[in-house]
Structures are given as structure tokens and as C-alpha cells.
């Protein structure tokens, strides 16, 4: 008896071991899925869907498969925090996230704390990987960078015109906006505006009657699609034909639902269109087929898993430090969006930005 009792509970707890060693593994993507940025956060849980069923179709990582948690922080700070501590706590080793810069900085802190690895997608503000955090990464460029080539285009196409900058306060925003405004003013121009505007409103009229007042040729824009759009819209309305110019937070199409013919002409930095890339030919055909249109940032965001995925293999553990170690030796990466690679600070080590322009309904790169 004793000894059929001792076999059974060893073939119970073998059974155990083994359930334990082929769990799931817990990855998650983390950023607006709901708020006026939400079409952001569609593109990050399409991209992180994807991307998780093609790598448990070829075997999983570590012969495990993947489970997706999806965090919503609406873009904002405090709930980006809350969120981090959820997905610590429901055992997540992975975030392809956050979306906004503004969630992302306070809620790599937590990451740090809690060791989880961080590749975020989108979030362009210097501070995210100039902290020092080891586990954080991105696979975007900087405002800094974004700055530079928008600052040389207005110099390049507006000197000695009137220029106007602004932006929405938020980490982002402020951070291209003042990006462009350092590269405009080594140029040697001087902005005729500087100013912020409260994103979430829906009246800039006042604002563009002073952009109208100091007959404004090109307006910058350091903030997101919503707002932006509503300025392009109520310019047109008032008769000021001001050139609009952001960053990539404008690539989307919810853009021109917005502004309608009034976006004709914006122009924007973004990287190049990945969908055009032989090695994003696979997924991007599966998007389609489900009948998706896999812009703006649902690459990026299936570029985050699958480098994570690669560098889990190479260092053979899910553990933040040693994954991190493995990302940091100089390695590149084949992604959806190209070959990366990644810095000492964890940005990419070949950033690339480009010009996109709106016409007639439709954004495509200025070749």
C-alpha cells in the first residue's frame, strides 16, 4: 500500500514538473487602448497578437509558449504606473511598451524594480534611455533626432519666414517641440511663436486667431493627431494656410478623419514604412488577410517581441538581467522593421527618420 501511495506521488509530482516546465510565459504590450489615442494602442495589441501567434507557431521560446496581457494606461503617467505594478505582479517578463514617452519613463522605474524587460515602440523622449536602466529599450528614434531633421527642413523652406512652435506639455510633445526649437535656433531663426496648448480641448480657435495675427507660414507641432488636427481644421477655417509640420505621432489615418482636405500638406518624420521591407512581407500579409492595415507603430511593436524572443534564446533564460546583458553585447537583431541593433543607452544603433506628406486623404513617404 505504502509503496503504491509513494508511486503516485511521484507520478504526480513529475506530472507537476513537467505542467511547471512547459507553463506558459507571460509577455504583455502596454500603452493607450482606450482615450483619445487609442488608435496607438490598436496598433500595439494587433502587432503584440501577431507577432505572439507566429512565435508559438514555430515552437514558442524555450520550447514555451507565449500568453499576452494587454495593460491600458490611456497615456496616462500615474495610471502607466498602476499598470507596471499589474503586469510585475501577474508575472509578465516581457512590456512592448508604453506608448506615450510620458508613460513610459515613470513606469520603466517599476520595471527596473521588478525586473521586467522593457522594449518600447514608440516613446521617443531622450529620458526613457537616458536613465541608465539596463532593462530599457526602444526600438524608435529620439526627439532629439526627430528635432534635428525638422528644424533643418524649416530652415531649409521657411528662412526668413514667420515660424510657429508648439506643443501639448506632455513629455513627447514638449520634447520634440523643444528638439526643433534648438536645431531651428542654431540655424540662426528665431521663432515668431512658442507656445502650449492643452491637449483634450476642442476650441483652438484663440490660438490660431494669433497664429493668423502674426501671419504664420509654417506651424510646428509637438504633440499628437487629435489636437494637431483640430488646429490644421480650425487654420482652414479662418483662412490661415500655414504649413503644418509634427512628428510621427501624425501617421495614422485617424489624422485626416480629423482635419478632412484641411491636412493637405502636413508633413511629418517618421521611419521608413516598414511594409515595403521583404522581411515584413509575411507578417504584413497576414494582417491584411484578417483585414488589417498594419501602419504606424503595429510593426514596431511585433519587432519588439521578436527581438526579445531572440535574445531569451541566446542567453537561454527569461531573466531581465541576463536578457538584457545579451542585447547589450553589440548583436543585431532581423526584425519586421529591419536589422537592430542597440547602443549602451538601449537605443538603436542606426536610427533612421524620413519625410511623409498628406495628400488627397493619404500619407506616403517624400522620396
Not at 154 to 170: F, M, R, T
Request: overall charge neutral.
Amino acid at each position: 500500500m505504502n509503496y503504491k501511495l509513494s508511486l503516485l506521488v511521484a507520478v504526480a509530482a513529475t506530472a507537476m514538473t513537467a505542467s511547471v516546465a512547459k507553463a506558459d510565459i507571460a509577455v504583455a504590450t502596454a500603452g493607450p487602448i482606450t482615450g483619445q489615442y487609442a488608435t496607438f494602442g490598436e496598433q500595439m495589441k494587433k502587432g503584440m497578437e501577431q507577432a505572439v501567434a507566429d512565435i508559438n507557431a514555430a515552437g514558442g521560446v524555450l520550447g514555451q509558449k507565449l500568453k499576452l496581457e494587454v495593460g491600458d494606461d490611456a497615456c496616462d503617467p500615474k495610471q502607466a504606473v498602476a499598470v507596471a505594478n499589474q503586469l510585475a505582479k501577474a508575472g509578465v517578463k516581457f512590456v512592448a511598451g508604453h506608448f506615450c514617452s510620458g508613460s513610459s519613463i515613470p513606469a520603466s522605474q517599476v520595471y527596473a524594480e521588478e525586473g521586467v524587460l522593457q522594449i518600447s515602440p514608440a516613446s521617443t523622449n531622450p529620458k526613457l534611455t537616458e536613465q541608465g536602466l539596463k532593462n530599457v529599450f526602444r526600438v524608435c528614434g529620439r526627439d532629439d533626432q526627430q528635432g534635428q531633421i525638422a528644424g533643418k527642413y524649416l530652415l531649409q523652406n521657411y528662412k526668413g519666414k514667420n515660424v510657429a512652435i508648439l506643443h501639448d506639455k506632455s513629455a513627447y510633445g514638449k520634447g520634440l517641440a523643444d528638439e526643433t526649437q534648438k536645431a531651428l535656433n542654431a540655424g540662426g531663426q528665431k521663432e515668431k511663436i512658442y507656445e502650449a496648448y492643452t491637449a483634450g480641448e476642442k476650441d483652438y480657435s484663440a490660438l490660431v486667431s494669433k497664429l493668423k495675427q502674426e501671419a504664420i507660414d509654417a506651424v510646428y507641432v509637438g504633440g499628437y493627431h487629435t489636437e494637431a488636427g483640430l488646429i490644421a481644421r480650425q487654420m482652414k477655417d479662418q483662412g490661415l494656410n500655414a504649413t503644418i509640420v509634427s512628428g510621427d505621432a501624425l501617421v495614422t489615418n485617424e489624422y485626416w478623419s480629423i482635419t478632412g482636405p484641411a491636412g493637405e500638406g502636413t508633413m511629418m518624420t517618421f521611419g521608413p514604412d516598414p511594409r515595403e521591407l521583404p522581411d515584413a512581407k509575411a507578417a504584413v500579409e497576414k494582417f491584411r488577410k484578417a483585414g488589417y492595415e498594419p501602419e504606424g507603430y503595429t510593426l514596431y511593436t511585433y519587432a519588439a517581441l521578436q527581438i526579445w524572443a531572440d535574445a531569451v534564446n541566446a542567453a537561454k533564460s527569461t531573466d531581465a538581467a541576463k536578457v538584457s546583458e545579451v542585447l547589450h553585447k553589440g548583436g543585431t537583431y532581423k526584425t519586421v522593421i529591419g536589422t537592430i541593433g542597440f547602443d549602451a543607452k538601449g537605443d538603436v544603433t542606426t536610427p533612421a527618420y524620413v519625410w511623409y506628406r498628406w495628400n488627397n486623404g493619404q500619407y506616403a513617404q517624400v522620396k
